[in-house]
Nanobody, 124 residues
Framework: QVQVVESGGGLVQAGGSLRLSCAASGTILNINTMGWYRQAPGKQRELVAIITSGATAGNTNYADSVKGRFTISSDNAKNTVYLQMNSLKPEDTAVYYC???????????????WGQGTQVTVSS
C-alpha cells in the first residue's frame, strides 16, 4: 500500500506565502515524478508544478500562472516534495493535491497516487 499525505495549507492574505509539504510512504520501488495539482470550486483540477525523481531528478515544470511565484523542490531520500508559494493571489485559492507517480514492484507499471488535498485560501 502507498500513502500520500499533504500538509501546510491554510488562510493567508494576498501577497503572503505558504509552504506545502507532501510525503509518500509504503511499498515504493521508485518514484518517477511528484507534483502538485489544484482544484478551485467549479473548475477542473489543473497541474501547478511537477518535479522528476530517479535518473532525471530535479527537472521541473510549472503552470504559467505560477511561474516566478511558486517553487517546487524535493527530498528524494524522504520521498517528500515541497511547494513554496510566494506572492499569493486570491485566484490561487483552491484545494491543493499532491500526486506521486511511482512503481511498487519491478513487474508493476507506474501508477498515480493522490493525497487527500489541503485547502489554500488567499484573501484579498
Amino acid at each position: 500500500q502507498v500513502q500520500v499525505v499533504e500538509s501546510g495549507g491554510g488562510l493567508v492574505q494576498a501577497g503572503g506565502s505558504l509552504r506545502l509539504s507532501c510525503a509518500a510512504s509504503g511499498t515504493i520501488l521508485n518514484i518517477n515524478t511528484m507534483g502538485w495539482y489544484r482544484q478551485a470550486p467549479g473548475k477542473q483540477r489543473e497541474l501547478v508544478a511537477i518535479i522528476t525523481s530517479g535518473a532525471t531528478a530535479g527537472n521541473t515544470n510549472y503552470a504559467d500562472s505560477v511561474k516566478g511565484r511558486f517553487t517546487i523542490s524535493s527530498d528524494n531520500a524522504k520521498n517528500t516534495v515541497y511547494l513554496q508559494m510566494n506572492s499569493l493571489k486570491p485566484e490561487d485559492t483552491a484545494v491543493y493535491y499532491c500526486n506521486a507517480n511511482l512503481r511498487t514492484a519491478r513487474w508493476s507499471l507506474p501508477s498515480d497516487y493522490w493525497g487527500q488535498g489541503t485547502q489554500v485560501t488567499v484573501s484579498s
